[in-house]
């Protein structure tokens, strides 16, 4: 699974991108809203960790504008999961109403970010909530 990073702080950028290279995923890396849009017409990815505050275009207008592609064809569907270290029940819903499949607060932690991509790939391979359950590792 191909990961694109949205990221304007070098740092921040190179945190997620390690974290989700950890939890078996590749990884690209945007700076803002309009590389990230241009890295998509390039090649889409299966998923998006979008920052929201960022400088030339914020996530939130980010996502709706690859949501708006997505919907007149122009790219194929992948999710969004939204990273912000603004968390009010506001921003939140700002965020699901741009378009994003999946919430993560900052600074980002690998077990809330796995269980976040799992929730929202859950989502989309079963759509209702269902799917396997987690099984306990055998001992």
Known sequence: MDFLVVEDDPVSAQVAAGMLKALGYAVRIAEDGVQAIA???RQAPDAV???VQ????DGLETTRQLRLLQGDGELPYFSI???SAHYTPADRAA??????DGFVTKPLMMAKLGAEIYNVT????????GGPAMQPLAE
């Open 95 to 100: 965020c699901f109403a741009a378009g994003a």
């Open 39 to 41: 890295a998509c017409r």
């Open 49 to 51: 960790l979008m920052d």
């Open 122 to 129: 859950r989502a989309r391979l079963f759509p209702g909530g």
């Open 81 to 83: 999961i939204v990273a």
């Open 54 to 57: 960022m400088p030339v275009m």
